[in-house]
């Protein structure tokens, strides 16, 4: 049995792609501060085998510190000391491979990604926290040579500007990438005001999964002109804004929780809510996320970031609780031709759910809302300021909704 073989069989990796480089027969394992017995060449650091690797190379990083930032140009896997190991439950500290990024200006990240197909695997990444730059523990480049097609796996990304940037650099998007099993904390620079678990200006095929996100005064994760992105069974606990949407297609924010939403009067760009839906969005589908006791509101369709409405949103089968002010709100001229349905908003501190002028043709079925302590004692739990020849002299259609309303029909107790 070859030592590839061995090495896919233990499962360290914890993934096929030491399968795939055993089949292409052509691959080297090079280790840095690492003892394996399959390592075939060791390297004093990270930059060194980077230099020396080839396309399609395995590099095992051992546990310890490597004050460097890590320029990847190669298609190329790096597998640290917690390789294939949830890094969610992880407490870091010394078993950790840790990236500490050294880099100042616009090569400041601790992994900067400019080639297709990369993993990076079991890491600590931090350090990178030049937020008038990158700033990223992570930057996957767009461009001339997008990092497309990237693994970003079983990370702690702490401390940095931005955890992980997928940025379209203004030449062309990053696609094809997961990010799956990691812990973002801490990516904030509060001197500067922002601070982003995920941050992207224009990416395609997505997947962002089991995650948690936790300290961010901005937003966990922050989606702008972006397509067929899906973000499922995420956790968000004491962040400014668990997700922020404008200029987005066909993409799914579904089966996520959070709680514990901040105020950051001093952060540049937060949502003011768990789930900020600006501008120029179609397609978008918010489904069976549980949002609990935050400072501001819990989906809000908004024109924060600028004017433009959406068109073909999905809101369903959310629960929207305790929130100091409203619970789901569609600003004025935000939400046309959507489907708010079987919504839970309960306890909030505004209306539950409230829909200014300038929204059309808008279906709400079957949502419950309840009796809130604010604006809803007086005005009712449901409030459409629309006017249009929807019901009761609204924009909208609102058909088996429970609670009370402004119209009177369109929320029955």
């Known amino acids: 049995m070859t030592s590839l073989e061995r090495l896919a069989i233990a499962g360290t990796a914890g993934l096929c792609l030491l399968g795939q480089a055993s089949a292409a027969s052509a691959a080297t394992i090079r280790c840095v501060n690492s003892t394996r017995s399959d390592c075939q060449i060791t390297h004093a650091s990270i930059g060194a085998a980077i230099a020396a690797a080839s396309a399609g190379d395995i590099i095992f990083v051992g546990a310890g510190t490597y004050n460097e930032t890590v320029m990847v140009d190669k298609e190329l896997t790096f597998l640290g000391a917690h390789a294939g190991r949830d890094a969610r439950g992880r407490p870091g500290g010394a078993t950790e491979s840790i990236i500490n990024a050294t880099a100042l200006g616009p090569l400041n990240a601790g992994f900067l990604v400019t080639a297709n197909g990369v993993v990076i695997d079991g890491f600590t990444i931090q350090g990178a926290t030049d937020g008038n730059a990158n700033g990223g523990g992570i930057d996957l480049k767009g461009g001339a040579s997008p990092a497309s097609g990237a693994r970003i796996l079983n990370n702690i990304i702490q401390n940095n500007a931005v955890g992980l940037y997928l940025n379209f650099e203004g030449f062309a998007p990053v696609t094809n990438v997961v990010v799956q099993r ?43 002109n972006s397509s067929n992105v899906k973000i499922t069974g995420n956790q968000s606990t004491g962040d400014a804004t668990f997700v922020i949407f404008t200029g987005s297609t066909s993409s799914l924010f579904s089966n996520n929780r959070g709680s514990g939403f901040t105020t950051q009067p001093s952060s540049t760009g937060n949502g003011g809510a768990a789930v900020a839906i600006g501008p120029n969005n179609t397609n978008l589908e918010i489904s069976g996320n ?124």
């Open 290 to 413: 549980d949002l609990t006791s935050g400072a501001t509101r819990g989906i809000r369709i908004t024109t924060i970031f600028g004017a433009g409405a959406n068109q073909n949103l999905g809101i369903r089968f959310n629960n929207v609780r305790s929130m100091v002010l409203a619970g789901i709100v569609a600003e004025p001229g935000m939400l046309n031709d959507s489907t708010v349905e079987s919504n839970t908003s309960a306890g909030n501190g505004g209306d539950e759910i409230f829909v200014d002028t300038g929204n059309a043709n808008n279906v709400f079925l079957a949502n419950q809302a309840r009796l809130t302590s604010g604006f809803g004692t007086i005005n009712g739990t449901c409030r459409d300021n629309s006017v249009g020849t929807g019901t009761a002299g609204t924009a909208n259609y609102w058909f088996d909704n429970r609670g009370t309303g402004t119209p009177a029909a369109i929320c029955n107790p």
């Open 182 to 224: 990691n812990q973002f904390k801490n990516n904030t620079v509060m001197a500067v005001g922002f601070g982003d678990g995920i941050f992207t200006s224009g990416c395609q095929d997505v997947t962002v999964a089991e995650n948690t996100f936790t300290g961010h005064i901005t937003a966990a994760l922050g989606f702008n």
